[in-house]
């Protein structure tokens, strides 16, 4: 029988042999288990895949149900490439041990142990602390990380157990604190590496849910998807970061068929979100508000499925170089595609095809223009944008002339974008 890779720790410690390092992956699943932020998760077990075993710091699931822990169990022992254990987090309620086993427990390698602690109800247990005292308390045990999923007093966020928590753990480890190496904890969506009672402490929460502004030190867009590796060098317990590429994960997109069904699920759900906005808009006009309200849910379902989707096909570069690779697309259709379609529907006699190519093509040399200024992604200042709903031309600027250049739509209808 296939040993599982997911693992259900049975007893309050084991022993692991041949273990020189873990992979730890924060986060994964407290925001949902949908297919676009699964890639991120699957993206971090490939990464994690090169360390001995991997420690998921909490929240694998939105919520503790059969359903979503059977699924994450699924995912995880497909995509895993070793050994994978977690640790209790806020979100893992419910029938967290009939899957997971101990929620506090300890895996002795031959040079480190990692003690486990559940603090997902912002106290950690008795049981628990009991368990760390008796680990430190071990002649084999000489470096140890303390793990648990909501992070201890820091410098950087208010988000974390009480003083008075912290006080309770710090006076178990304290007769022994020399061995406590590193403090380890996930629930913040970001990373920030601090000191805690003089002991390095990780916060990592980059495997899978989005990325967030944590403080006014750690915004979102400094921060990456990420794993932290734990490892021995030299005999020393010793860590390191490995952000996740925004295209990690592509071995499913390089199955041939998968990846051509994929592109036309694709192209159909966008279809169909399409053609449910247009009805939406037939039946504003006529009246029928709760039928376009319908429809433009339907619209939003579509374009959600086509994302995921699309996600799995996704191959982007890292973000802040990623502005620039529209601007080809962009050029190419106003400076040639669209005025050869115009072109040749005018020589066929076909004047709303002919129409509609030329005020795409006006909008695309915009949009050209605002993406050579979004280049530089800190000074790109247009606060406001406004959009013809009528034809899609784009405009920006305080002013803006009360009917659109292309088509004379009316202001008054334009759709305005801003912050």
């Known amino acids: 029988m296939k040993e599982k890779k997911m693992k259900k720790v049975p007893e309050r410690i084991l022993r692991l042999e041949n273990v020189h390092s873990i992979g730890v992956i924060g986060d994964p699943g407290c925001e949902g288990l949908g297919t676009y932020n699964m890639k991120v998760y699957a993206g971090a077990l490939e990464e994690s895949g090169k360390d001995d075993i991997t420690l998921v710091a909490g929240d694998l699931v939105p919520i503790g149900s059969d359903h979503y822990y059977q699924v994450i169990q699924d995912m995880t022992e497909a995509l895993a490439q070793n050994p994978v254990y977690s640790l209790r987090g806020n979100h893992d309620t419910g029938a967290y041990t009939e899957y997971f086993g101990e929620k506090n427990y300890a895996l002795l390698a031959e040079h480190f142990a990692v003690v486990a602690l559940d603090n997902a109800l912002r106290t950690f247990e008795e049981e628990g602390l009991a368990l760390l005292a008796e680990v430190l308390a071990r002649e084999d045990v000489e470096q140890v990380i303390i793990a648990f999923h909501i992070p201890v007093p820091n410098h950087f966020i208010q988000n974390s157990v009480s003083e008075e928590e912290f006080s309770r753990l710090r006076k178990v480890y304290e007769p022994w604190k020399e061995k406590v190496k590193y403090l380890l904890c996930g629930h913040v969506h970001s990373r920030f590496i601090d000191v805690a009672d003089g002991i390095p402490l990780i916060c990592t929460g980059g495997g899978g849910a989005m990325i967030e502004d944590v403080s006014k030190e750690i915004k979102a867009c400094d921060v990456e998807h990420h794993i932290v590796h734990f490892y021995e060098k030299d005999g020393v317990l010793d860590y390191r970061i490995a952000n996740l590429s925004e295209d990690c994960y592509g071995q499913e997109s390089d199955n041939s068929v998968l990846n051509q069904k994929l592109k036309e699920s694709v192209q159909g759900e966008l279809m169909a979100h399409f053609r449910y906005l247009m009805f939406a808009d037939r039946a504003k006009r006529r009246g029928f508000d709760q039928i376009a309200n319908l429809f433009r849910a339907l619209a939003s379902s579509e374009y959600h499925h086509a994302r995921n989707f699309y996600s799995i096909l996704e191959r982007p570069a890292a973000f802040m170089e990623s502005i620039c690779t529209y601007m080809p697309g962009e050029e190419f259709e106003y400076q040639h595609l669209y005025p050869a379609m115009a072109a040749y529907a005018s020589e066929h006699q076909s004047p709303l ?35 013809c709903p009528i034809c899609g031309y784009v405009m920006t600027g305080d002013s803006v002339s009360e009917r659109c250049p292309v088509c004379g739509g009316p202001k008054k209808q334009y759709e305005v974008y801003e912050i």
């Open 353 to 387: 095809t002919e129409q509609a190519y030329l005020g795409a093509s006006a909008a695309e040399k915009v949009h050209a223009a605002l993406l050579k200024q979004a280049e530089d992604v800190q000074e790109f200042g247009e606060k406001v944008i406004y959009v």
